[in-house]
Structures are given as structure tokens and as C-alpha cells.
């Protein structure tokens, strides 16, 4: 049975918030609880995680964002659903084993996104048109993860969406 606590929210830049995720998690009474790069992590209590953007890179040796591996590793392995937005989803590609490195240019600005075949039946993204233009800030990339349905893709960028079982999704922004 998942934990009864508030969604945790693992933000890079203590400035960001949720944005319309905020607004809609609100509206239905779902409680979040943002922690900031650096603070002490811990899964127990929360039914959920949501990995937020950032100007980091995942390979970055820094000690906030192997915490944060550790705990997207966790949460994983206990069927945790997780969300990883940008840098959250370079994070998951990560923690599932895949390589991050620097796309070939950096996607800034708005863009198509194409979805492949797999995302017409997907619980979060069928019904969407495709292409549909998103607004896009990254200049990194990531292979998809093994055992992972990649879901979209750009001309710039090849993995813009995957997700990972039934409960873990990855989406680059």
C-alpha cells in the first residue's frame, strides 16, 4: 500500500517551483513537499517523487545529486511511481543504468515533439496529438534506459520521453 505523506519533489534551484503540477496537484487536494539539492533525503512516507529540472548536469560529481540517484534508485526497486522532468529524467536514465551526455546541439526554444506508436496506447500520453510543439531547455541526452518504452522524440532530440514499467516516467522540457 503506498505511503499516505506528501509527494516528494526533488527541486535543483530552491527559486523553481511546480508551476501548472503545483496547480493541479492542489486542486485536488494532493499534498507535495519540495527538498532542495543538498538536503537530507529520505523516501519513507512519501507515495511518490517527482524529480525536477535543473542546470546540473547528471554527471555532475556532486554529492546532493548522488544522494539523489541513491533515493531514484530506491524508489524504483519499491514501485515508487517517479516523474523525472529535464534533468529529473536524465537522473532516472541514470539510476536505470543509461549513459547521459551532451546532445549533439543544445534544444532551446519551441519545438515539435513526435510520439512514437508506443505512446498512442500510454495511460499519460495517448490522445495527444503528434506532433505537438513544447517549449524545450536542455543541452543534454540520454540512451534510453534498458527496458524502457521510449514514448517521443524531436529533430534535435532523440529521447524527449520513456517510461520505465507502469510507474516510472521520463520527460526532457
Known sequence: MPAAGPILVLRH?????????????????????????????????HPAVIV???PQS??????????ELDLISQAIQEG????????GSQLIAKALGARVYRNPEKEIGWFPIRFTDAAEGDAV??????????????????????GA??????????HQAYRYGDNVYGVQD
Request: negative net charge; proline residues 9%.
Open 80 to 87: 515508487t511511481p517517479v516523474l523525472g522532468i529535464c534533468l
Open 149 to 158: 518504452e521510449w514514448l517521443a522524440y524531436s529533430d534535435r532530440c532523440r
Open 58 to 67: 547528471a554527471n555532475d560529481p556532486l554529492p546532493g545529486l548522488l544522494a
Open 125 to 146: 500520453f495517448s490522445g495527444i496529438p503528434s506532433p505537438t510543439m513544447f517549449f524545450h531547455w536542455h543541452g543534454e541526452t540520454f540512451d534510453l534506459p534498458a
Open 13 to 45: 534551484e530552491p527559486f523553481e517551483h511546480l508551476g501548472y503540477f503545483g496547480e493541479i496537484l492542489q486542486s485536488h487536494c494532493i499534498p507535495f513537499q519540495y527538498k532542495d539539492l543538498g538536503d537530507q533525503l529520505d523516501l519513507s512516507g
Open 52 to 54: 525536477m529540472g535543473g
